[in-house]
């Protein structure tokens, strides 16, 4: 995680890529308070098991830098087809699963978490 140091802090989201296919996904968190979480995601072929979804509590804007990714929302009849440049909010408990990653080279996100608006 990022430490806070009052300066600056700069990277590089394609930087350290692996040349291999991994076994898990790699999680990297850039910045982090209590209601938001920024990181960049690493996948290399991964996907949600079988009959899993995430529902998560907070909302989640999730962009894919490199590669490409398959995602499936719940109640929806086609899957989401996610390409470089594109992205996606996913609301607070919008239960949806990652049915497909391009392997190599390997499909780098980047996702804010944080928390939803309490109306």
């Given at each position: 995680?990022?430490?806070?140091?009052?300066?600056?802090?700069?990277?590089?989201?394609?930087?350290?890529?692996?040349?291999?296919?991994?076994?898990?996904?790699?999680?990297?968190?850039?910045?982090?308070?209590?209601?938001?979480?920024?990181?960049?995601?690493?996948?290399?072929?991964?996907?949600?098991?079988?009959?899993?979804?995430?529902?998560?509590?907070?909302?989640?804007?999730?962009?894919?830098?490199?590669?490409?990714?398959?995602?499936?929302?719940?109640?929806?009849?086609?899957?989401?087809?996610?390409g470089?440049?594109?992205?996606?909010?996913?609301?607070?408990?919008?239960?949806?699963?990652?049915?497909?990653?391009?392997?190599r080279?390997?499909?780098?996100?980047?996702?804010?978490?944080?928390?939803?608006?309490?109306?």
């Amino acid at each position: 995680m990022v430490q806070q140091t009052g300066k600056p802090v700069v990277g590089n989201l394609t930087a350290g890529l692996p040349a291999e296919i991994l076994r898990e996904e790699v999680f990297d968190v850039l910045h982090a308070r209590s209601n938001l979480r920024i990181e960049r995601i690493i996948s290399t072929g991964q996907m949600t098991p079988e009959g899993e979804w995430y529902d998560q509590d907070d909302d989640e804007w999730v962009a894919v830098i490199e590669g490409s990714a398959r995602l499936q929302i719940e109640g929806e009849g086609d899957e989401r087809e996610l390409g470089e440049g594109d992205w996606i909010f996913l609301p607070a408990h919008c239960r949806h699963r990652v049915t497909w990653t391009r392997q190599r080279p390997p499909t780098v996100w980047l996702a804010i978490h944080h928390r939803p608006d309490e109306d």
